[in-house]
Nanobody, 123 residues
């Protein structure tokens, strides 16, 4: 199983980025998926998750109203649209997948991880 995250970069506060996570080696349409993030010196934290169909979505309070998670099972890809970004959004962003239909909110809930993509928001 491989999860390839992309789309990170440097953006000014108030700007937008769109992350993509392309999956291979698993049946994406059977998998709950999520984005986590980890800032320097901090633990990995939950950002957003989506169930197999896209019908059940959760967000961390810190990103609610600014980030949007979505998926395209025909492309085996999950996205994270990040708008109104803040310096505190700076982190390495990881996509994760689990071999279950529904998503979870803890890193331990997930079986597979991508390599991470750096997101830096300047003030």
């Amino acid at each position: 199983v491989q999860l390839q995250a992309s789309g990170g970069g440097l953006v000014q506060a108030g700007g937008s980025l769109r992350l993509s996570c392309a999956a291979s080696g698993l049946t994406v349409s059977d998998s709950g998926m999520a984005w986590f993030r980890q800032a320097p010196g901090k633990e990995r934290e939950f950002a957003a998750s989506i169930n197999w169909s896209g019908g059940i979505i959760y967000y961390a309070d810190s990103v609610k109203g600014r980030f949007t998670i979505s998926r395209d099972n025909s492309k085996s890809t999950v996205y994270l649209q990040m708008d109104s970004m803040k310096p505190e959004d700076t982190a390495v962003y990881y996509c994760a997948a689990r071999a279950r239909y529904y998503s979870g909110g803890r890193p331990i809930d997930y079986d597979y991880w991508g390599q991470g993509t750096q997101v830096t928001v300047s003030s």
